[in-house]
C-alpha cells in the first residue's frame, strides 16, 4: 500500500487496454446466455463461466455452453467452465393452503421432520431427519435467509419434533432456506442430484472445475473424487466452505483441494456478520501460502443487478478483496439476471486494475518467501527466482514455457508485478492406432490464478508435466 498518494488518488489510469491480473468469474444465466452477450463479457474481462446448478436443467445449461463455446470460437478468447453445485439443503415444508404464515416474536411454535405435514402458525416441518437429534435447547434455526430467527426450546427425537421460540415477527413463506448456526449435520457433500449434474453433463463436456457446496472436512475431496473416479485428473475441486464445521477444519480442506471459494452468502448466515472480514482476510492468506487460487463471492456489485453503478461500499469491497490476495472476484445475479451485465463486468475489471496499482510487490514477494518453508522444491526455488529477477529488473512480461501448468501456477504464487505468459504446449502423443493431442484444459484451469495470461502452443512430443 505504499503506492498510495494524493495524485494518484485524483489521476484516472489510462484507458490503455490493460487488463486485470485478478480474474473475473461471470454465473451465466437469462441476462447473459446468449452469444451476443457471451462475446461482450469476454471482451470485458470473463475469465470463468459459472454454469449455477441450484437451477436450470441439464438442456439449459447445455444451450448456454454451446452458446459460450461459439462465442470462444468468435472472439478467440479463452474462458474456462465452473460447474457449481447445488448441495445438500435444508428447508421448511409447504403450507397449509399455500398461504404464507405469521410468526410472532415470544410464540412457540413445533418444527417437525414428517415433510408431508403442511405448516400453520402453530407447527411446520423441515426437511432434515435428524434434526431433533443433532440440536440442543439453546442452538438457533435461521430461516429465509436469516429473516427468521428460532430458537431451541427442547427436542423429541423419538417424536420427531423440536419445540422452538420465535425471536422476531415475520412472514414465513414454503420451502425457505434453513441454516443451524455451530450445529455439525449429517448430510452429503454430494446429493444424487450433484451426481447426476457431474457425471451426466459435467464429465461429458469436458468442464474444467467443479465448485463444490457445502463442503465440512478434508474427506469430502476424497469421496467427490473417488465418484469422479478416471475424470478426477482432469477436473479440478473448488471448495466453498459455508458453515462453522468447515471454517474449523479449514487446513484439512485447504490440503485436498485444488482451489476455493470463499462464498459469503451462507457463510454469513453460520458465523457472526462483524467476523466475515476476519474469515475472507484469513482464508484468503492462507490460500496465498500454499499456492492455492481462491475466489471471493457473493455481493461484490449486488446493486448492479439494477443499476449501472455499484454503490461506494461494493467498489470499496471489490478493492479489499484484491489488497487482501484474492486471485478471482465472482459477479453472480449481477451478470446472470441483472440488468447491466457487460457494465458490471467492466467497472469490475477497473476497480480490480485500480487495487492492483496500489500493491508493493516487492514488500509481498519478500512476505511470501519468509513464510514459505524450507527447503523448497527444486522447481518452487526456480519460480520464486524468476520473480525475483523480474522484479528487480522491471521486466515488463514473465513467460513461462508449460504442459501441466506447474510451474507457470508456482510463478503466480509468488505475485509479480507484472503479467505471466504462460505458453501451454500440448502433449503429442502416438501409439498403434495414431497420434493424439492433450486437449486445452491446463490453459483453462490456470485461468483462475492471478496474473496469468495462458495461451495455447503448437504440440510436442510428451515429455514432463511441469
Keep these: 500500500m505504499s503506492n498510495i498518494d494524493i495524485e494518484g488518488i485524483l489521476k484516472e489510469l489510462p484507458n490503455d487496454g490493460r487488463i486485470p491480473k485478478t480474474k473475473i468469474v461471470c454465473t451465466l444465466g437469462p441476462a447473459s446466455r446468449s452469444?451476443?452477450?457471451?462475446?461482450?463479457?469476454?471482451?470485458?474481462?470473463?475469465?470463468?463461466?459459472r454454469f449455477n446448478f441450484s437451477h436450470g436443467t441439464h438442456q439449459y445449461h447445455q444451450e448456454t455452453l454451446n452458446n459460450l463455446n461459439i462465442a470462444m470460437q468468435n472472439t478467440q478468447?479463452?474462458?474456462?467452465?465452473?460447474?457449481?453445485?447445488?448441495?445438500?439443503?435444508?428447508?421448511?415444508?409447504?403450507?397449509?393452503d399455500e398461504k404464507p404464515i405469521q410468526l410472532k416474536e415470544g410464540r412457540e411454535i413445533t418444527i417437525t421432520t414428517d415433510y408431508t405435514i403442511k405448516g400453520n402458525e402453530d407447527m411446520i416441518s423441515m426437511s432434515y431427519k435428524k434434526l431433533p437429534i443433532d440440536l440442543k435447547p439453546g442452538n438457533t434455526i435461521l430461516?429465509?435467509?436469516g429473516t427468521i430467527t428460532l430458537t431451541v426450546i427442547s427436542c423429541d427425537p423419538a417424536a420427531g419434533t423440536v419445540r422452538c421460540r420465535c425471536e422476531n415477527t415475520a412472514m414465513l413463506g414454503e420451502r425457505k432456506n434453513v441454516n443451524l448456526p455451530g450445529v455439525v449435520v449429517d448430510l452429503p457433500t454430494l446429493t444424487e442430484k450433484d451426481k447426476e449434474d457431474i457425471l451426466g453433463w459435467g464429465v461429458p463436456n469436458n468442464i474444467d472445475m467443479i465448485a463444490l457446496s457445502f463442503v465440512r472436512k478434508g474427506s469430502d475431496l476424497v469421496n467427490v473424487r473417488k465418484v469422479l473416479g478416471p475424470h478426477a485428473k482432469r477436473i479440478q475441486l473448488m471448495s466453498k466452505v459455508e458453515n462453522q464445521e468447515g471454517v474449523v477444519n479449514f487446513d484439512e480442506i485447504l490440503g485436498e483441494t485444488d482451489s476455493f471459494m470463499i462464498a459469503r452468502g451462507d457463510l454469513g448466515m453460520e458465523i457472526p456478520v462483524e467476523k466475515i472480514f476476519l474469515a475472507q482476510?484469513?482464508?484468503?492468506?492462507?490460500?496465498?501460502?500454499a499456492g492455492k487460487p481462491v475466489v471471493t463471492a457473493t455481493q461484490m456489485l449486488e446493486s448492479m443487478i439494477k443499476s449501472?453503478?455499484?454503490?461506494?461500499a461494493e467498489a470499496t469491497d471489490v478493492a479489499n478483496a484484491v489488497l487482501d490476495g484474492t486471485d478471482c472476484v465472482m459477479l453472480s445475479g449481477e451478470s446472470a439476471a441483472g440488468a447491466y451485465p457487460e457494465i458490471a463486468v467492466?467497472?469490475?475489471?477497473?476497480?480490480?486494475?485500480?487495487?492492483?496499482?496500489?500493491l508493493d510487490h516487492g514488500v509481498i514477494f519478500k512476505e511470501r518467501i519468509k513464510s514459505t518453508p524450507l527447503p523448497m522444491s527444486p522447481l518452487e526455488s526456480l519460480a520464486s527466482s524468476a520473480v525475483r529477477t523480474a522484479?528487480?529488473?522491471?521486466?515488463?512480461?514473465?513467460?513461462?514455457?508449460t504442459r501441466g501448468g506447474t510451474t507457470a501456477k508456482l510463478v503466480a504464487k509468488y505475485r509479480p508485478a507484472v503479467p505471466i505468459l504462460s505458453v501451454v504446449v500440448p502433449v503429442l502423443a502416438t501409439d498403434l492406432f495414431g497420434w493424439s493431442c492433450s486437449d486445452e484444459a491446463p490453459a483453462r484451469?490456470?485461468?483462475?490464478?492471478?496474473g496469468l495470461i495462458p495461451i495455447l502452443a503448437e504440440g510436442s512430443a510428451k515429455a514432463t508435466d511441469a
Excluded at 308 to 312: F, H, I, K, N, S
Excluded at 347 to 356: D, K, V, W
Design 391 to 401: 522484479n528487480n529488473a522491471k521486466a515488463k512480461l514473465i513467460v513461462v514455457l
Design 281 to 289: 482476510k484469513m482464508m484468503i492468506y492462507k490460500c496465498n501460502l
Design 346 to 358: 467492466k467497472t469490475m475489471a477497473r476497480i480490480c486494475i485500480e487495487a492492483e496499482s496500489s
Design 308 to 312: 449501472p453503478r455499484p454503490t461506494r
Design 35 to 49: 452469444v451476443a452477450m457471451c462475446e461482450k463479457l469476454l471482451k470485458a474481462g470473463m475469465n470463468v463461466a
Design 143 to 145: 430461516c429465509s435467509d
Design 445 to 450: 484451469q490456470s485461468l483462475v490464478y492471478r
Design 77 to 96: 478468447i479463452l474462458c474456462a467452465v465452473m460447474l457449481d453445485t447445488k448441495g445438500p439443503e435444508i428447508r421448511t415444508g409447504f403450507l397449509k
